[in-house]
């Protein structure tokens, strides 16, 4: 089954044809120059660049699979159903997906699949090129760490589409949180991948002993926003040429507080569920020392730990989505009626 998936869950606009875990096409246009002066994403502008490119996106991902074509009755036939992220994510972003999938599945006489952008991000451990690799089977129950701008989360994968939130954000996202420390210091949007650079000049050391929160809790939840606030006043009582004098020194102890956190959590989790074997995936899975640290992580423990398969991955995509779709087109989740299917901006994992 060959499945043209779509996401337009914030600021890229990503179409890919999968089948089965294999990619077979795919194409992401970013938005990050149309936000990187606001210091972050503005809706009116995110659903504009979305309206502007999906057809665009649709095209070159067909080109891909087939060679020089457009969308048209001859193309379609090469796609045997249509996935959409649902949710969660912005909701006029999520709009221009779900309309374009109803659009074409009405047009080309296609079903749909709506499809939980996190859960995408849970099969991206498991995504293969066109060629069937990496060759990575499944093992469940596994342990996921889903740690991106809007979302911190432990979850249970218990088996093929079934999941058990163990674990979450209470306010912000870690990933959230770096982007707002960049902020503070003036460096620029997103932050996360400034703020790698810039601890890793700085040995990835943590100087100023920021807080860890909710380490002492009972539970599996998450927050950055007292550390977020603790970093605030902190920078605000420096002078600036201290500030500027120490900045790789700064954002690594930021970093370093935001990352324990992340690994102590995810290590009561492991003790807690009896589950070694990891998965850690999402926007922040790029940065290589956290990588770094959830490995030295799953020695201690004797584990394992997966990351998504490709560095695309790790962001939106469409692949992510196409892949979990199969195993929904297996169940035979298809819409059965697509006038009922409509944006979830707040979805959760269930």
């Not at 079934?162 to 959230?176: H, L, M, P, S």
């Not at 605000?236 to 990352?259: C, G, H, I, R, T």
Request: with cysteine.
């Amino acid at each position: 089954m060959n499945i043209l998936a779509i996401d337009t869950s914030c600021d890229e606009t990503s179409v890919a044809v999968t089948t089965g875990r294999r990619v077979l096409a795919n194409v992401i246009y970013s938005q990050i120059l149309i936000h990187k002066k606001w210091g972050g994403v503005v809706p009116s502008l995110a659903k504009r660049a979305h309206e502007e490119r999906i057809d665009l996106v649709i095209n070159e991902t067909l080109k891909k699979l087939l060679g020089p074509v457009s969308i048209s009755p001859s193309s379609m036939k090469s796609v045997d159903a249509i996935a959409v992220t649902y949710g969660p994510g912005l909701a006029v972003a999520l709009e221009v997906g779900i309309k374009k999938a109803k659009e074409l599945a009405k047009k080309y006489n296609k079903k749909i699949l709506a499809i939980n952008h996190m859960e995408g991000h849970i099969y991206s451990a498991f995504v293969q090129n066109s060629k069937g690799n990496p060759k990575c089977d499944f093992d469940f129950p596994y342990l996921v760490l889903l740690v991106s701008g809007g979302h911190t989360e432990l979850v249970l994968f218990e088996d093929h589409l079934k999941y058990k939130v163990i674990g979450q954000t209470i306010d912000d996202a870690a990933g959230e949180a770096l982007d707002k420390a960049a902020k503070m210091l003036g460096l620029g949007y997103p932050g996360g991948p400034i703020i790698e650079r810039l601890a890793q000049e700085a040995n990835n050391k943590d100087y100023f002993k920021f807080p860890r929160p909710m380490l002492r809790s009972q539970d599996l939840n998450f927050s950055f926003s007292g550390l977020k606030t603790a970093f605030y006043y902190f920078v605000k009582k420096m002078p600036d040429s201290d500030k500027n004098k120490q900045l790789k020194e700064l954002v690594s102890s930021f970093q370093e507080a935001v990352f324990d956190t992340l690994v102590k959590k995810t290590e009561k989790a492991i003790k807690l569920t009896g589950t070694n074997r990891l998965i850690v995936s999402g926007g922040v899975s790029a940065n290589f020392y956290l990588r770094k640290k959830f490995r030295q992580l799953v020695e201690g423990n004797e584990g394992t730990v997966l990351f998504p398969s490709y560095k695309y991955l790790t962001g939106d995509n469409a692949a992510m989505i196409g892949v979990a779709a199969y195993y929904h087109a297996i169940k035979d989740d298809f819409i059965k009626d697509p006038n009922t299917l409509d944006r979830v901006p707040r979805l959760i994992l269930t």
